[in-house]
């Protein structure tokens, strides 16, 4: 079965901090890997998109790791600010008919 | 660049009342859209796709249903809606980079 899942289900980190969220996967095929950063009450927006040849990934602050034969993805934020609170999905595409799975997402708090 | 709108922001209906929220995008023609459902603290579930005018694919099968009648409008529709129907309704069109609209907050009560 073509599943997402994502760990923690929710982190608190201080303000300035590091945090790893991870991603772990069974798709397949696959296709791509995606993180979306989520605030409360909107819809998500991209962060970075992932090919199967692709091992890094930064936007900013963020950075997104690929490991296709693991299975695993996680994204890294650096030094955290405030407004990185939010839900962090993890989206993998593939599968038979290549839809999009979305994973449950995790909550992050940052805290001053 | 591309533009969702939904409308309402948000809805409180009573349960059997019917339902019809519409998605409206610009800066774009003949996109792939989308109606997703959240549920609170879950994963966004996907309800229905749309390639084109007309075309519209399930993904979950519930009392819900969609529209496409024109090739930038997308509308969700529900004859009678139950309390399970209570969530955030989201929009989003692309095909290999999704973008999202702001939502429907609906409450059923």
């Known amino acids: 079965k073509n599943q997402v899942e994502q760990s923690p289900q929710s982190l608190i980190i201080l303000e300035g901090k590091n945090c790893t969220l991870q991603?772990?996967?069974?798709?397949?095929?696959?296709?791509?890997l995606r993180w979306y950063k989520q605030d409360t009450g909107r819809g998500p927006v991209s962060l970075t998109i992932m090919t199967f040849s692709e091992n890094t990934k930064s936007n900013g602050r963020y950075t997104a790791t690929l490991d296709a034969d693991t299975k695993q993805s996680s994204l890294h934020i650096t030094a955290s600010q405030l407004s990185d609170s939010a839900s962090y999905i993890c989206v993998v595409s593939g599968g038979s008919n290549y839809q999009l799975i979305w994973g449950a997402g995790t909550k992050l708090i940052i805290k001053p | 660049s591309q533009t969702i709108h939904q409308w309402p922001a948000t809805l409180v209906q009573p349960v059997g009342s019917p339902l019809s929220l519409e998605c409206t995008v610009e800066?774009?023609?003949?996109?792939?859209l989308y109606w997703y459902r959240q549920a609170a603290g879950r994963g966004l579930q996907l309800l229905f796709y749309?390639?084109?005018?007309?075309?519209i694919s399930s993904e979950v099968p519930q009392n819900l249903s969609a529209s496409r009648p024109q090739d930038r409008q997308f509308i969700l529709s529900s004859k009678k809606l139950l309390l399970s129907d209570s969530g955030f309704y989201l929009c989003?069109?692309?095909?290999?980079?999704?973008?999202f609209g702001p939502g429907t907050r609906l409450t059923v009560t």
């Open positions: 749309s390639v084109g005018i007309g075309q």
């Open positions: 991603c772990n996967y069974t798709v397949s095929p696959f296709s791509n």
């Open positions: 989003a069109l692309g095909l290999y980079e999704q973008y």
């Open positions: 800066g774009t023609s003949n996109p792939n």
